[in-house]
């Protein structure tokens, strides 16, 4: 085998194996690293692929944490001492919670795909569950709504320049620059809260801003409303949507509080 991609039921079967965070501190942004370099085995062998989190990834890549270390990772993942503790251990069909700042939504029973943030036609933000653990893909952007960071069920897909990745207990912190937050959320199974975060099109500079406990929309680039203190209940599809016009509100799914303009 030649190709470089691995495929995506390897990866599934990985993600599984790792409980869906690195492997060794538990962050549920990752890259698959191939334990044995990939151009020496030239495969991508299951029991060979690890989940590292981009700042164990480069320190692995650059010598500094050895193949053994990651190795006993692979057999024994951090997550793996989570299962069983809260937040963590979450009873099967419970209510999914996602909290925007100081807004609250919760909805979906069970397994399935929970649209958080939709904008034009587009997901921005999805959890996903998988075997009962969560794991989210995402599109997070500038205010002008160049991507800045593609996540997808965990993996980290876009080339980011300059960045660092902080996870301590369930909180996680992502920079672009020392003191320019591009994404602060805690993460868990039993809830997710993003604290701070932009998900604009930039087709036309519309989306949702999160900060300062606020959502705010905003239609082509000005900001045309706030939501603060927001509750919503038993949502079925998603959490948060944004049509800047009436031609995306045709597969608009059903569940969302929803902003509409402008
Ligand atoms: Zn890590």
Known sequence: MNNRNIPE????LVRQDCFFGCVLCGAPI????????????NKHEISNLAL???????????GRLSSDRVKNGRQNPFNKGREHASPWHIEPGRNRIVEFGSNIASGLDGDGDY??????????????????????SAAITTIDGEILLLIDRG?????????DIKYQGTNLKIRVAPTEIILDMDFSNEKIRIN????????????????????????????????EGGFAMGNQGGVFGLASDQSFMENRPYGFAFFYGP
Do not use: M
């Open 9 to 12: 039921e390897t990866k599934r």
């Open 30 to 41: 990752f890259e698959y690293d191939h334990i044995e370099e990939f151009h020496i085995v």
């Open 52 to 62: 590292l989190c981009p700042n164990h990834h480069r320190e692995k890549t650059s």
């Open 115 to 136: 649209r958080v943030i939709w904008i034009n036609g587009r997901n921005y933000f999805v959890q996903h569950s998988e075997n009962g653990w969560v794991t989210f």
């Open 155 to 163: 993996e980290l897909k876009s080339p980011v320049n300059i960045w």
């Open 196 to 227: 701070h975060g932009f998900f604009v099109d930039e087709r036309d500079k519309s989306g949702l801003y999160i900060k300062d406990k606020k959502i705010i929309a905003a239609f082509k680039g000005i900001e045309r409303g706030t939501c």
